[in-house]
């Protein structure tokens, strides 16, 4: 029953990975903390977890690369989001899966729905995670589908919220 459900585990969030590098080093992230704030120009604050690899990445190079997960992707959330790229080469993986292909500096996965170029405004610190005010610098539709959702994750257990 969701009245159960605390009340931001009852929205049905959709499901990105974040892209990120430093020019050296690569990596990839599950994140769900994602919302648009503005219209014109495009902006989307994003929380990236504190202690990943993609925070790192992150503030190195003040640029990302937001993806939108296809519902068929669940499978790489185990990957991308339940291990550290401190002590994984997620790209290398992903590669030998051949999953990737790389879009204006940055490693992206092709079967996502769509991918936007953020770039960092400001950040300030939210508890867990960092915050990024970003402004979409430019993006792509790659694949007809259905996005991934936490609902999804749900109905798999591959998350309990």
Same mark, same amino acid.
């Given at each position: 029953?969701? @009245?159960?459900?605390?009340?931001? !585990?009852? #929205? %049905? +969030?959709?499901?990105?990975?974040?892209?990120? $590098?430093?020019?050296?080093?690569?990596?990839?992230?599950?994140?769900?903390?994602?919302?648009?704030?503005?219209?014109?120009?495009?902006?989307?604050?994003?929380?990236?977890?504190?202690?990943?690899?993609?925070?790192?990445?992150?503030?190195?190079?003040?640029?990302?690369?937001?993806?939108? @997960?296809?519902?068929?992707?669940? !499978?790489? #959330? %185990? +990957?991308?989001?339940?291990?550290?790229?401190? $002590?994984?080469?997620?790209?290398?993986?992903?590669?030998?899966?051949?999953?990737?292909?790389?879009?204006?500096?940055?490693?992206?996965?092709?079967?996502?729905?769509?991918?936007?170029?953020?770039?960092?405004?400001?950040?300030?610190?939210?508890?867990?995670?960092?915050?990024?005010?970003?402004?979409?610098?430019?993006?792509? !539709?790659?694949?007809?589908?259905?996005?991934?959702?936490?609902?999804?994750?749900?109905?798999?257990?591959?998350?309990?919220?």
């Amino acid at each position: 029953m969701s @009245l159960r459900k605390k009340p931001w !585990n009852r #929205v %049905n +969030l959709p499901v990105y990975s974040i892209s990120s $590098t430093n020019g050296r080093e690569h990596n990839m992230h599950i994140i769900t903390y994602v919302t648009a704030i503005s219209m014109e120009p495009k902006r989307f604050v994003v929380g990236v977890y504190h202690g990943t690899k993609t925070l790192e990445l992150v503030q190195q190079q003040q640029e990302f690369v937001l993806q939108l @997960l296809a519902g068929h992707q669940y !499978n790489l #959330v %185990n +990957l991308l989001g339940k291990q550290s790229g401190t $002590t994984i080469d997620k790209i290398a993986r992903l590669q030998k899966r051949k999953l990737l292909q790389e879009w204006n500096g940055f490693y992206i996965l092709k079967e996502a729905l769509a991918v936007l170029q953020l770039r960092v405004i400001t950040s300030f610190e939210g508890g867990d995670h960092k915050g990024f005010l970003c402004e979409v610098t430019d993006w792509k !539709n790659l694949n007809e589908g259905e996005a991934l959702t936490l609902n999804n994750l749900r109905e798999r257990n591959i998350i309990r919220a």
